[in-house]
């Protein structure tokens, strides 16, 4: 709204100056010279004597009118889309008006300047909006405030077969792909964020996780947050930010020498035990470990193998409470259903089409 008002008033002063035939508050020589712009002939609408600041004045007292009524009815997703679409209709008006400024009259004008910069962050503002949508429509689908919320981090390739922009080849996946990002609570979609395939797997996924919990805690300040992702997400940025934040996190923890000496007992033993009897072996165990990069120890929870294929051990990290084996068994494998909804969405929504050319 704040946005609005300004450009509206921005707006009304350039069409006060216009029609009182009076000098604009602005630089008269150099690149910035106002007066070559009001005075063109592109400082009115084509074919009329009405000058361009009118529709500037339209524009921003229909998005005030679009921001009042998200404001008033903030569950309509619709309204929020529609100030999106007129937000667009404003930024391609700017890219005219820039281009008449530097190739018809090669002059700047302040003024104009100050409008195309509100309309740009006008529609930074609404497409921001838009993409709250998705947590304002989780938050809406509680009739009471949940006790606890468990926030699934994924990411997964989406293939390229053509020339798409920002395209690179992953190493992991085998393929040129993008990397989006996916956040699930349950069933529910919280954000789908497309990247280039040529970052860490974790890359903003801190700062996604920042926005979310600042936003569910907004709505419900005694909810429990749990972060749950696998090795990819076992970043210090990630996990730092939990533990300053009160949000607890079960997070996979990648294997290393250091880890594999501390279970190397227990591993020979239950390969003596499979040797003897020919049936799979399981424990789930726990310790304390510290990375190198980690200013301190942090409970890790191990979940122990040995079969036909051998030894295949597994290291969660975490910050909760309780039985290792539960939590690994019941919280941590429970990530799984996070990967079945990124099938959903690529199957039946179609989210992998890449049909655009342009990354966006």
Same mark, same amino acid.
């Given at each position: 709204?704040?946005?609005s008002v300004a450009g509206f008033g921005v707006a009304t002063y350039?069409? &006060? ?20 712009? /009001? ?53 391609? =008006? ?5 281009? /008449? $400024? ?10 104009? =300047? ?10 930074? =503002?609404? @497409? ?11 938050? @809406?689908?509680?009739?009471? @405030? ?93 996990? %730092? ?14 294997? %290393? ?39 301190? $120890? ?19 990290? &975490?910050?909760?409470?309780?039985q290792a084996k539960a939590l690994y068994d019941d919280l941590y ?18 989210? =992998? ?8």
């Amino acid at each position: 709204m704040v946005l609005s008002v300004a450009g509206f008033g921005v707006a009304t002063y350039l069409t &006060t100056v216009h029609y009182a035939n009076v000098p604009l508050a602005c630089s008269a020589s150099g690149l910035v010279d106002c007066s070559k712009m /009001v005075t063109s002939q592109y400082s009115v609408v084509p074919g009329t004597s009405v000058p361009i600041t009118v529709p500037g004045m339209a524009f921003f007292l229909v998005s005030l009118g679009l921001a009042i009524a998200q404001y008033l009815r903030p569950q309509r997703t619709d309204l929020r889309q529609a100030h999106f679409g007129w937000s667009v209709l404003g930024l391609l =008006t700017v890219f005219y008006l820039v281009y /008449v $400024e530097l190739v018809e009259i090669h002059h700047i004008c302040i003024w104009c =300047t100050a409008v195309h910069i509100l309309i740009l962050l006008t529609l930074f =503002t609404t @497409a921001w909006r838009l993409h709250e949508v998705l947590v304002d429509q989780f938050i @809406a689908s509680f009739q009471s @405030a949940p006790e606890e919320l468990v926030l699934d981090f994924d990411a997964t390739d989406n293939p390229l077969y053509g020339q798409q922009e920002g395209r690179f080849f992953h190493g992991y996946y085998d393929s040129y792909c993008y990397l989006p990002l996916y956040v699930f609570c349950g069933q529910q979609l919280l954000c789908a964020y497309l990247r280039p395939s040529r970052i860490d797997g974790a890359k903003h996924a801190a700062a996604i996780l920042k926005l979310l919990v600042a936003r569910l805690r907004q709505k419900w300040p005694q909810v429990r947050i749990v972060f749950r992702g696998d090795s990819g997400f076992c970043r210090q940025r990630i996990i %730092n930010y939990c533990e300053r934040s009160g949000v607890n996190y079960i997070i996979g923890l990648a294997r %290393n020498a250091r880890l594999q000496a501390i279970t190397e007992f227990l591993e020979l033993a239950m390969k003596d035990s499979f040797e003897q009897t020919g049936l799979k072996q399981r424990e789930v165990g726990e310790f304390v470990y510290a990375a190198q990069s980690w200013a301190r $120890e942090r409970r890790v929870i191990t979940r122990l193998e040995y079969g036909e294929q051998g030894n295949n051990p597994r290291y969660v990290v &975490t910050n909760l409470t309780g039985q290792a084996k539960a939590l690994y068994d019941d919280l941590y494998c429970q990530r799984g259903e996070a990967e079945n909804r990124i099938k959903e969405a690529q199957v039946g929504l179609f989210a =992998t089409r890449t049909s655009c050319q342009y990354f966006q």
